[in-house]
Protein backbone atom coordinates (compact mmCIF):
# COMPACT_ATOMS: atom_id res chain seq x y z
CA UNK A 1 0.00 0.00 0.00
CA UNK A 2 2.64 2.57 0.80
CA UNK A 3 4.41 1.40 -2.17
CA UNK A 4 1.53 2.81 -4.70
CA UNK A 5 1.55 5.93 -2.42
CA UNK A 6 5.02 6.63 -3.06
CA UNK A 7 4.30 5.82 -7.01
CA UNK A 8 1.13 7.79 -7.44
CA UNK A 9 3.49 10.54 -5.35
CA UNK A 10 6.13 10.50 -7.52
CA UNK A 11 3.89 10.13 -10.58
CA UNK A 12 2.32 13.96 -9.68
CA UNK A 13 5.50 15.05 -9.13
CA UNK A 14 7.16 14.45 -12.09
CA UNK A 15 3.93 15.51 -14.13
CA UNK A 16 4.48 18.53 -12.76
CA UNK A 17 8.24 19.08 -13.37
CA UNK A 18 7.37 18.08 -16.92
CA UNK A 19 5.04 21.08 -17.18
CA UNK A 20 6.70 23.37 -15.69
CA UNK A 21 9.68 22.66 -18.27
CA UNK A 22 7.11 22.40 -20.86
CA UNK A 23 6.28 26.12 -19.99
CA UNK A 24 9.51 27.54 -19.94
CA UNK A 25 10.43 26.05 -22.80
CA UNK A 26 7.26 28.00 -24.78
CA UNK A 27 7.37 31.65 -22.86
CA UNK A 28 11.04 31.94 -24.46
CA UNK A 29 9.96 30.90 -28.01
CA UNK A 30 7.00 33.54 -27.79
CA UNK A 31 8.76 36.15 -26.00
CA UNK A 32 11.20 36.26 -28.78
CA UNK A 33 8.59 36.44 -31.68
CA UNK A 34 7.58 39.28 -29.67
CA UNK A 35 10.70 40.77 -29.39
CA UNK A 36 11.32 39.82 -33.45
CA UNK A 37 8.15 41.19 -34.65
CA UNK A 38 8.99 44.39 -32.39
CA UNK A 39 12.16 44.55 -33.67
CA UNK A 40 10.94 44.65 -37.02
CA UNK A 41 8.34 47.24 -36.55
CA UNK A 42 10.82 49.84 -35.58
CA UNK A 43 12.64 48.66 -38.18
CA UNK A 44 10.20 49.49 -41.17
CA UNK A 45 9.24 52.62 -38.88
CA UNK A 46 12.37 53.95 -38.96
CA UNK A 47 13.20 53.12 -42.44
CA UNK A 48 9.65 54.83 -43.38
CA UNK A 49 11.04 57.97 -41.36
CA UNK A 50 14.42 57.82 -43.44
CA UNK A 51 12.52 57.96 -46.84
CA UNK A 52 10.26 60.82 -45.48
CA UNK A 53 12.69 62.57 -44.99
CA UNK A 54 14.66 62.06 -48.03
CA UNK A 55 11.60 62.94 -50.00
CA UNK A 56 10.93 66.09 -47.77
CA UNK A 57 14.82 66.92 -48.45
CA UNK A 58 13.97 66.01 -52.50
CA UNK A 59 11.54 68.86 -52.33
CA UNK A 60 13.64 71.36 -50.41
CA UNK A 61 16.10 70.84 -53.25
CA UNK A 62 13.03 71.66 -55.99
CA UNK A 63 13.02 74.51 -53.70
CA UNK A 64 16.18 75.58 -53.38
CA UNK A 65 16.78 75.33 -57.26
CA UNK A 66 13.58 77.89 -57.44
CA UNK A 67 14.97 80.07 -54.98
CA UNK A 68 18.62 80.06 -56.67
CA UNK A 69 17.10 81.15 -60.15
CA UNK A 70 15.22 84.07 -59.03
CA UNK A 71 18.29 84.94 -57.20
CA UNK A 72 20.17 84.56 -60.51
CA UNK A 73 17.33 86.55 -61.97
CA UNK A 74 17.46 89.84 -59.63
CA UNK A 75 21.54 89.42 -60.65
CA UNK A 76 21.21 89.67 -63.92
CA UNK A 77 18.82 92.90 -63.61
CA UNK A 78 21.22 94.25 -61.51
CA UNK A 79 24.06 93.77 -63.92
CA UNK A 80 21.76 95.08 -66.47
CA UNK A 81 21.27 98.12 -64.07
CA UNK A 82 24.97 98.89 -63.22
CA UNK A 83 25.71 98.89 -66.88
CA UNK A 84 23.22 101.16 -67.59
CA UNK A 85 24.54 103.01 -64.69
CA UNK A 86 28.18 103.15 -65.92
CA UNK A 87 27.01 104.29 -69.09
CA UNK A 88 24.93 107.23 -68.15
CA UNK A 89 27.67 108.74 -65.73
CA UNK A 90 30.49 108.26 -68.91
CA UNK A 91 27.46 110.08 -70.85
CA UNK A 92 27.87 112.97 -67.57
CA UNK A 93 31.35 112.86 -67.77
CA UNK A 94 31.98 113.44 -71.80
CA UNK A 95 28.77 116.35 -71.64
CA UNK A 96 30.21 117.70 -69.01
CA UNK A 97 33.06 118.13 -71.17
CA UNK A 98 31.87 119.37 -74.01
CA UNK A 99 29.91 121.69 -71.89
CA UNK A 100 32.70 123.17 -70.59
CA UNK A 101 34.34 123.51 -73.97
CA UNK A 102 31.27 125.03 -74.72
CA UNK A 103 31.38 127.61 -72.47
CA UNK A 104 35.16 128.42 -73.02
CA UNK A 105 34.10 128.91 -76.47
CA UNK A 106 31.33 131.19 -75.87
CA UNK A 107 33.60 133.25 -72.89
CA UNK A 108 36.55 133.83 -75.56
CA UNK A 109 34.10 134.68 -77.72
CA UNK A 110 32.35 137.46 -76.00
CA UNK A 111 35.29 138.38 -74.84
CA UNK A 112 36.60 139.54 -78.25
CA UNK A 113 33.23 141.47 -78.64
CA UNK A 114 33.80 143.38 -75.18
CA UNK A 115 37.40 144.42 -76.52
CA UNK A 116 35.84 145.67 -80.00
CA UNK A 117 32.82 147.25 -78.11
CA UNK A 118 29.23 146.82 -79.30
CA UNK A 119 28.79 147.62 -82.81
CA UNK A 120 25.56 148.57 -83.72
CA UNK A 121 23.88 148.01 -87.32
CA UNK A 122 23.72 151.70 -87.56
CA UNK A 123 27.89 152.48 -87.38
CA UNK A 124 28.06 149.61 -89.60
CA UNK A 125 25.55 151.74 -92.22
CA UNK A 126 28.26 154.90 -91.79
CA UNK A 127 30.69 152.83 -92.44
CA UNK A 128 30.23 151.04 -94.77
CA UNK A 129 32.18 152.63 -98.37
CA UNK A 130 29.24 151.02 -100.95
CA UNK A 131 26.01 149.36 -101.09
CA UNK A 132 27.72 146.03 -101.78
CA UNK A 133 30.29 146.90 -98.83
CA UNK A 134 27.00 147.22 -96.56
CA UNK A 135 25.22 144.02 -97.56
CA UNK A 136 28.47 142.21 -96.72
CA UNK A 137 29.16 143.61 -93.23
CA UNK A 138 25.00 142.99 -92.76
CA UNK A 139 25.96 139.48 -93.82
CA UNK A 140 28.99 138.90 -91.64
CA UNK A 141 26.86 140.51 -88.79
CA UNK A 142 23.90 138.39 -88.92
CA UNK A 143 26.10 135.05 -89.40
CA UNK A 144 27.82 136.11 -86.07
CA UNK A 145 24.95 136.54 -84.26
CA UNK A 146 23.12 133.14 -85.94
CA UNK A 147 26.66 131.19 -84.16
CA UNK A 148 26.14 132.78 -81.10
CA UNK A 149 22.34 131.87 -80.51
CA UNK A 150 23.45 128.42 -81.69
CA UNK A 151 25.92 128.37 -79.66
CA UNK A 152 24.12 129.29 -76.50
CA UNK A 153 21.24 127.08 -77.58
CA UNK A 154 23.69 123.84 -77.74
CA UNK A 155 25.09 124.95 -74.29
CA UNK A 156 21.53 125.20 -72.72
CA UNK A 157 20.24 121.70 -74.47
CA UNK A 158 23.81 120.14 -73.06
CA UNK A 159 22.75 121.66 -69.41
CA UNK A 160 18.98 120.32 -69.99
CA UNK A 161 20.73 116.66 -71.10
CA UNK A 162 23.05 116.73 -68.02
CA UNK A 163 20.43 117.42 -65.67
CA UNK A 164 18.13 114.62 -67.21
CA UNK A 165 20.93 112.27 -66.83
CA UNK A 166 21.30 112.80 -63.51
CA UNK A 167 17.56 112.55 -62.49
CA UNK A 168 18.08 109.08 -64.35
CA UNK A 169 21.30 107.84 -62.79
CA UNK A 170 19.64 108.42 -59.08
CA UNK A 171 16.69 106.61 -60.23
CA UNK A 172 18.64 103.38 -61.21
CA UNK A 173 21.06 103.50 -58.55
CA UNK A 174 17.34 103.35 -56.63
CA UNK A 175 16.52 100.57 -58.76
CA UNK A 176 19.55 99.06 -58.04
CA UNK A 177 18.95 99.25 -54.06
CA UNK A 178 15.53 97.79 -54.58
CA UNK A 179 16.88 95.20 -56.29
CA UNK A 180 19.42 94.03 -53.82
CA UNK A 181 16.99 94.27 -51.03
CA UNK A 182 14.69 91.98 -52.91
CA UNK A 183 17.87 89.61 -53.83
CA UNK A 184 18.77 89.74 -49.98
CA UNK A 185 15.60 88.87 -48.88
CA UNK A 186 15.28 85.56 -51.48
CA UNK A 187 18.91 85.19 -50.08
CA UNK A 188 17.40 84.89 -46.68
CA UNK A 189 14.93 82.36 -47.58
CA UNK A 190 17.18 80.23 -49.20
CA UNK A 191 20.02 80.34 -46.52
CA UNK A 192 16.97 78.73 -44.82
CA UNK A 193 16.41 75.98 -47.03
CA UNK A 194 20.21 74.81 -47.00
CA UNK A 195 19.82 75.20 -42.93
CA UNK A 196 17.05 72.85 -43.05
CA UNK A 197 18.50 70.73 -46.13
CA UNK A 198 21.78 70.18 -44.17
CA UNK A 199 19.88 68.79 -41.29
CA UNK A 200 18.51 66.16 -43.20
CA UNK A 201 21.71 64.77 -43.42
CA UNK A 202 23.45 65.55 -40.37
CA UNK A 203 20.30 63.55 -38.93
CA UNK A 204 21.08 60.88 -41.17
CA UNK A 205 24.80 60.36 -40.24
CA UNK A 206 23.91 60.22 -36.62
CA UNK A 207 23.05 56.67 -37.48
CA UNK A 208 25.78 54.33 -39.57
CA UNK A 209 23.83 52.21 -40.58
CA UNK A 210 20.66 54.11 -41.69
CA UNK A 211 23.23 56.42 -43.70
CA UNK A 212 25.50 53.59 -45.05
CA UNK A 213 21.99 52.22 -46.59
CA UNK A 214 20.97 55.14 -48.18
CA UNK A 215 24.43 56.04 -49.37
CA UNK A 216 24.15 52.73 -51.02
CA UNK A 217 21.05 53.60 -52.21
CA UNK A 218 22.36 56.53 -53.98
CA UNK A 219 25.19 55.21 -55.38
CA UNK A 220 22.79 52.81 -56.80
CA UNK A 221 20.79 55.55 -58.43
CA UNK A 222 23.66 57.09 -59.84
CA UNK A 223 25.17 54.55 -61.35
CA UNK A 224 21.38 54.05 -62.96
CA UNK A 225 21.32 57.63 -63.98
CA UNK A 226 24.72 57.31 -66.00
CA UNK A 227 23.38 54.21 -67.36
CA UNK A 228 20.20 55.97 -68.56
CA UNK A 229 22.90 59.10 -69.86
CA UNK A 230 24.88 56.62 -71.85
CA UNK A 231 21.56 55.34 -73.42
CA UNK A 232 20.55 58.61 -74.43
CA UNK A 233 24.05 59.31 -75.35
CA UNK A 234 23.72 56.72 -78.21
CA UNK A 235 19.92 55.97 -78.90
CA UNK A 236 19.91 58.71 -81.59
CA UNK A 237 17.60 60.62 -79.22
CA UNK A 238 19.78 63.66 -79.26
CA UNK A 239 21.69 65.42 -82.32
CA UNK A 240 25.21 64.29 -80.29
CA UNK A 241 28.68 64.47 -82.17
CA UNK A 242 29.57 61.48 -83.63
CA UNK A 243 33.25 61.95 -83.06
CA UNK A 244 34.65 63.44 -80.08
CA UNK A 245 35.23 67.31 -80.55
CA UNK A 246 38.58 67.12 -79.58
CA UNK A 247 40.91 69.62 -77.44
CA UNK A 248 41.49 69.74 -73.93
CA UNK A 249 38.96 69.62 -71.31
CA UNK A 250 38.47 72.85 -69.31
CA UNK A 251 38.46 72.95 -65.62
CA UNK A 252 34.63 73.90 -64.67
CA UNK A 253 34.84 75.72 -62.00
CA UNK A 254 37.03 78.85 -61.04
CA UNK A 255 38.37 77.36 -58.20
CA UNK A 256 41.33 74.20 -58.35
CA UNK A 257 40.84 73.22 -55.11
CA UNK A 258 40.30 69.11 -55.29
CA UNK A 259 38.34 67.82 -51.44
CA UNK A 260 38.08 64.37 -52.80
CA UNK A 261 40.13 62.44 -55.63
CA UNK A 262 38.67 60.08 -58.14
CA UNK A 263 38.69 56.25 -57.10
CA UNK A 264 38.78 54.49 -54.03
CA UNK A 265 38.85 56.54 -50.81
CA UNK A 266 38.32 56.33 -47.00
CA UNK A 267 34.36 57.67 -46.77
CA UNK A 268 34.30 60.54 -44.39
CA UNK A 269 31.44 60.11 -42.66
CA UNK A 270 31.01 55.79 -43.04
CA UNK A 271 35.16 55.72 -42.39
CA UNK A 272 35.86 52.78 -45.25
CA UNK A 273 36.79 52.34 -48.04
CA UNK A 274 34.12 53.45 -50.93
CA UNK A 275 34.70 54.04 -54.57
CA UNK A 276 34.31 57.82 -55.54
CA UNK A 277 33.42 58.15 -59.19
CA UNK A 278 34.75 61.77 -59.78
CA UNK A 279 36.38 64.40 -58.26
CA UNK A 280 34.75 66.53 -55.50
CA UNK A 281 35.57 70.42 -56.36
CA UNK A 282 35.27 72.81 -53.47
CA UNK A 283 33.61 75.83 -54.81
CA UNK A 284 31.22 78.93 -53.24
CA UNK A 285 27.50 78.48 -53.50
CA UNK A 286 26.29 79.92 -56.30
CA UNK A 287 29.27 80.38 -58.01
CA UNK A 288 29.48 79.54 -61.78
CA UNK A 289 29.73 75.76 -63.12
CA UNK A 290 31.20 75.82 -66.76
CA UNK A 291 30.79 73.35 -69.28
CA UNK A 292 34.82 71.39 -69.99
CA UNK A 293 33.93 71.03 -73.69
CA UNK A 294 31.52 71.74 -76.75
CA UNK A 295 28.51 69.45 -76.91
CA UNK A 296 25.18 68.54 -76.32
CA UNK A 297 23.28 68.31 -73.13
CA UNK A 298 21.73 65.18 -72.72
CA UNK A 299 20.36 65.32 -69.00
CA UNK A 300 19.68 68.19 -67.39
CA UNK A 301 17.29 67.24 -64.20
CA UNK A 302 17.31 65.41 -60.67
CA UNK A 303 18.61 62.70 -59.87
CA UNK A 304 16.94 61.46 -56.15
CA UNK A 305 19.94 59.32 -55.51
CA UNK A 306 22.95 61.27 -54.77
CA UNK A 307 23.38 63.62 -57.80
CA UNK A 308 20.58 66.13 -56.66
CA UNK A 309 20.43 68.89 -59.16
CA UNK A 310 22.96 67.36 -62.45
CA UNK A 311 24.20 68.09 -65.70
CA UNK A 312 25.57 65.72 -68.40
CA UNK A 313 27.28 66.96 -71.83
CA UNK A 314 27.87 64.63 -74.72
CA UNK A 315 31.50 65.46 -76.61
CA UNK A 316 30.86 62.99 -79.23
CA UNK A 317 33.49 59.55 -79.64
CA UNK A 318 31.48 58.16 -76.78
CA UNK A 319 32.76 60.91 -73.87
CA UNK A 320 30.39 63.26 -72.00
CA UNK A 321 30.92 64.93 -68.45
CA UNK A 322 28.80 65.03 -65.60
CA UNK A 323 28.32 68.05 -63.04
CA UNK A 324 26.13 67.22 -60.04
CA UNK A 325 24.61 69.32 -56.83
CA UNK A 326 23.70 71.94 -58.79
CA UNK A 327 21.76 74.47 -57.00
CA UNK A 328 20.25 75.92 -60.42
CA UNK A 329 20.40 74.89 -63.89
CA UNK A 330 20.60 77.09 -66.63
CA UNK A 331 21.11 74.50 -69.70
CA UNK A 332 18.27 71.99 -70.94
CA UNK A 333 18.82 68.41 -72.60
CA UNK A 334 19.22 68.93 -76.01
CA UNK A 335 20.91 72.50 -76.09
CA UNK A 336 23.92 72.98 -77.63
CA UNK A 337 26.60 74.40 -75.76
CA UNK A 338 30.22 75.44 -76.06
CA UNK A 339 33.48 75.00 -74.15
CA UNK A 340 33.52 77.43 -71.11
CA UNK A 341 29.58 78.41 -70.87
CA UNK A 342 28.10 78.53 -68.20
CA UNK A 343 25.78 75.53 -67.76
CA UNK A 344 24.71 75.48 -63.71
CA UNK A 345 25.56 77.07 -59.94
CA UNK A 346 27.29 74.86 -57.65
CA UNK A 347 25.13 73.92 -54.83
CA UNK A 348 24.74 71.08 -51.97
CA UNK A 349 21.37 68.90 -53.81
CA UNK A 350 21.20 65.38 -53.88
CA UNK A 351 23.47 63.46 -50.70
CA UNK A 352 26.31 66.18 -50.53
CA UNK A 353 26.90 67.77 -46.90
CA UNK A 354 28.29 70.83 -47.98
CA UNK A 355 28.58 73.10 -51.26
CA UNK A 356 31.04 71.67 -53.73
CA UNK A 357 30.92 70.46 -57.69
CA UNK A 358 31.16 66.81 -58.14
CA UNK A 359 32.75 66.07 -61.40
CA UNK A 360 32.94 63.12 -64.04
CA UNK A 361 34.03 62.80 -66.97
CA UNK A 362 33.25 59.29 -68.88
CA UNK A 363 33.75 57.16 -71.37
CA UNK A 364 31.37 54.50 -73.17
CA UNK A 365 29.13 54.83 -69.48
CA UNK A 366 31.86 53.92 -67.90
CA UNK A 367 34.06 56.73 -65.18
CA UNK A 368 37.86 57.49 -65.67
CA UNK A 369 39.86 60.18 -63.73
CA UNK A 370 39.06 63.52 -64.50
CA UNK A 371 42.71 64.01 -63.19
CA UNK A 372 43.65 62.35 -66.55
CA UNK A 373 42.75 65.08 -68.90
CA UNK A 374 44.28 68.35 -66.84
CA UNK A 375 48.43 67.30 -67.13
Known amino acids: MQNKTFVRIFAILALIAFLGVSLLTIIPIEANAISSQEAKRKKDAAKAEQNKELEKRKKIDAQISEIQKEIDAFQSQIN???A??????EK????????????AAYNERAKAMIKRGNVSYLEIVLRSKSTEDLLTRVSVLKHVAKYDTKKLKEIRESMTEVEELKE???EEKAEVVALKEEQDAKKSILDGYRAESQAIIDKL???I???EAQYNAAKQAEEAARQAAYRAQTSGSYSVPANFVGGQFAWPSNTTLVTSPYGYRIHPVLGNQRFHSGVDIGAPYGSSIYAANSGTVIVSGYNSGGYGNYIVISHGGGYSTLYAHCSSLLVSAGQQVTKGQVIAKCGSTG?????????????????TNPMSYYR
Do not use: A, C, R, W
Request: proline share 2%; charged share 20%; net charge negative.
Open 80 to 82: EKV
Open 84 to 89: QINESE
Open 92 to 103: INQLTIDLQNQN
Open 168 to 170: KLL
Open 205 to 207: QKD
Open 209 to 211: NTY
Open 351 to 367: MSTGPHIHFEIQLNGKT
